[in-house]
C-alpha cells in the first residue's frame, strides 16, 4: 500500500479556472503537509496541519486553501488559477515528537496552467 | 533567518567512485538537519538525518553525513557510487518542533557515468 498518495499525478487546465488536489496518508500521523516545487525543483513549503492548527505560509496566496476532512486527508483547493502556479506540488506526512522533520513524501502531483 | 545553501546544482561521478554533496546551512539554535533524495517522477525519500549525538551519521543506501557546527555544514557522502544513486540530493534544516516544517535547500543533481 502507497503510504502517502495523491490525486491526480497530472492535471492540465486552464487560467481562471478551480481545482483541487487529494491527499491520503494511511501511516497514522498526526501532521500533514503541502509543499510546491518550482520549475527549478525548488521546494518551499505552503501549510501545515494537524488536526489542531493549520499553519499558513505567508507568501501563499489566499487562492490557496487546504481542506482536511479528517486527520488522514489533506486535500489543496485552488481557485482562479494562474500562469505562476504551474509546478509540482507534494504532499508530505509525518509523526509529532521524534519524528519531526522525517517527512514521508506522495508522488506528486503536476499542475500546468495553460 | 534560517536557510540552506547547496553550492553545487550538478555533479557527475563516475561509478563505483566516492561522492560528496555539500551543504551549508544557517540557522540560529542547533540544527535538525536532513538529507533526502529524490528520483525523477518520485517524491522525496528521507536518507539519514541529524538530531544530536553522534556526528557522523549513517543513512539508508550506503550514505552517510557529518554534522560540522564550526563550518555549518552537513556534508553527504558515499564511497562507491551506483548508476541507480543518480538523482537530485537535497539538504534541508528543520527546528524538530511539532510542526516539522523544513527548509530545503535548492538541490543537487546528480549524474553517474557508466
Known amino acids: 500500500d502507497t503510504a502517502v498518495s495523491q490525486t491526480p499525478k497530472y492535471l492540465v487546465t486552464q487560467m481562471g479556472n478551480d481545482k483541487s488536489i487529494k491527499c491520503e496518508q494511511n501511516?497514522?500521523?498526526?501532521?500533514m503537509y503541502w509543499y510546491k516545487q518550482d520549475s527549478k525543483k525548488f521546494l518551499k513549503i505552503m501549510f501545515s496541519y494537524n488536526n489542531k492548527e493549520l499553519i499558513i505560509n505567508e507568501t501563499v496566496p489566499n487562492r490557496f486553501s487546504p481542506k482536511s476532512p479528517d486527520k488522514a486527508h489533506l486535500n489543496l483547493h485552488i481557485n482562479s488559477l494562474e500562469l505562476g502556479d504551474s509546478a509540482v506540488y507534494f504532499c508530505?506526512?509525518?509523526?509529532?515528537?521524534?519524528?519531526?522533520?522525517?517527512?514521508?513524501f506522495g508522488e506528486g502531483s503536476r499542475l500546468t496552467v495553460l | 533567518a534560517q536557510s540552506v545553501t547547496q553550492p553545487d546544482i550538478h555533479i557527475t561521478v563516475s561509478e563505483g567512485a566516492s561522492l560528496e554533496l555539500r551543504c551549508n546551512y544557517s540557522y540560529g539554535a542547533t540544527p535538525y538537519l536532513f538529507w533526502y533524495v529524490q528520483s525523477p517522477g518520485q517524491g522525496l525519500q528521507l536518507l539519514l538525518k541529524?538530531?544530536?549525538?553522534?556526528?557522523l551519521v549513517q543513512g539508508i543506501k550506503g550514505f552517510e553525513a557529518e554534522f560540522k557546527r564550526s563550518q555549518s555544514s552537513f556534508n553527504l557522502r558515499k564511497p562507491s557510487v551506483h548508476w541507480s544513486d543518480a538523482a537530485e540530493y537535497f539538504c534541508a534544516v528543520g527546528d524538530g518542533g511539532s510542526q516539522g516544517n523544513l527548509i530545503f535547500g535548492k538541490g543537487t543533481k546528480l549524474s553517474v557515468k557508466p
Open positions: 508530505a506526512s509525518s509523526q509529532a515528537g521524534t519524528g519531526a522533520g522525517e517527512l514521508f
Open positions: 501511516l497514522g500521523h498526526d501532521t
Open positions: 541529524y538530531f544530536s549525538g553522534d556526528t
